[in-house]
DNA sequence: TAGATTGTTAATCGATTAACAATC
DNA sequence: TAGATTGTTAATCGATTAACAATC
């Protein structure tokens, strides 16, 4: 396989990419060069040819009883998951969770980075918060327009879900990342990335107790 | 279909429940009583038949013509969901993270409670979080069995989430909700639910270039 | 009644897993 | 070389979607 991109990449794959690259990360940290789809599969419970197939989506090519090169490997999943491909993003809802979103260096390795936050609480409105100043959600729209922003992140209770969509919609915000427990009504030209960590706790549930029999 | 149980509800069913749930929550306040599949998957980009193979698993029978009692489907789903049924949790890493999920309503009404906060930071040892003290790490584990603690969740930095799962496995926890950006490595009859939100911005992205071409 | 909607069986689709020749 | 591992084609599995009779 030659040239691959995010579009045609399925979505299972995709999300298995990013487990692939934690491992190699580890491995070459203890000083490993090469690695099997074997030896991938055992450590994260995979199946080894789903393993191939998938790292097949890269391009890197491996060799027959040896593996494949580490650091090809992690070079081509950066590039594919387009880690070294900043995409700049609003963050509306500064509590604790989008105060949180603001420190991680994890989001901005992974191709997102927040260049400034709103909320709707005049208290929090003027604060510094890891190097970026809280502004007005009046201001979003305007905003947003102005500086071509492409991702919205919403990070506020889920009675105010709608209004920061909304809001992020009118500044031409292409993709909304939800972190409220709500479902949003957007138009369907907007992309939608649903971030059901509350709802997952039934998945955790169904898993312990399907170990259990 | 009769009595059904989470165990046996495929997954994909299982993720979209709590979707229905919203949307009836939203349904009731506007003073509606009966909805069609119809109704919901136009509401949700769903396919009805799908619909209503999903609200097969409630046991709640719809009218031919008329739809399903709201009331009925919200009990049903809560019910099948165990979000009535309240498992005890330790959580590790009271960053902002740990705290904003200490501080959610959301995830209590989930059927989750949070009983304990542990760190590793003597910094943040003996404060107090939303009604719980925070305790040091070291403690987790003789507590969580004296306590016959379930569930057990990761809201640490990625360098000290596989730390955190041996506490808990050596607490004799049964599952794990990882928020560390991390793969870890636990044994097979521990259930494990990745929150992989930093993942998923290459999930986001994809879809936004879908929608783009 | 006529027509919308349910519940279910059958067809389709896509992802996972199995099988195996090629290769280093 | 012998045997582990790749890359790929075929078989299986499960979820989604289509079709349709039953029903209110």
Do not use: C
Request: proline share 5%; glycine share 8%.
């Amino acid at each position: 396989m030659k040239s691959t991109n995010l579009v045609s990449i399925p979505e299972p794959s995709l999300r298995r990419l990013p487990q692939y690259h934690h491992l190699l990360v580890h491995l070459q940290a203890n000083g490993r060069e090469v690695v099997s789809t074997t030896h991938i599969a055992a450590d994260l419970r995979l199946d080894p040819t789903q393993v191939r197939k998938d790292l097949a989506f890269t391009g890197i090519i491996g060799r027959p009883k040896v593996g494949y090169q580490i650091k090809d490997l992690l070079d081509a999943i950066e590039n594919l998951l387009g880690w070294n491909n900043q995409t700049e993003a609003f963050l509306v809802g500064v509590g604790h969770l989008g105060t949180a979103l603001l420190g991680f260096q994890a989001i901005e390795d992974r191709g997102l980075k927040i260049v400034a936050a709103f909320d709707s609480d005049p208290a929090k409105v003027g604060r510094q918060l890891h190097g970026r100043e809280v502004l007005p959600v009046e201001k979003l729209a305007e905003l947003a327009l102005r500086m071509h922003i492409q991702i919205g992140i919403i990070a506020t209770p889920a009675s105010a879900a709608q209004a920061a969509a909304d809001a992020m919609i009118a500044g031409g915000i292409r993709g909304i990342w939800n972190f409220a427990p709500a479902t949003l009504d957007i138009p369907e030209e907007i992309a939608i990335q649903n971030e059901n960590m509350f709802a997952n706790v039934a998945v955790l549930k169904k898993k312990m107790a399907a170990n259990q029999a």
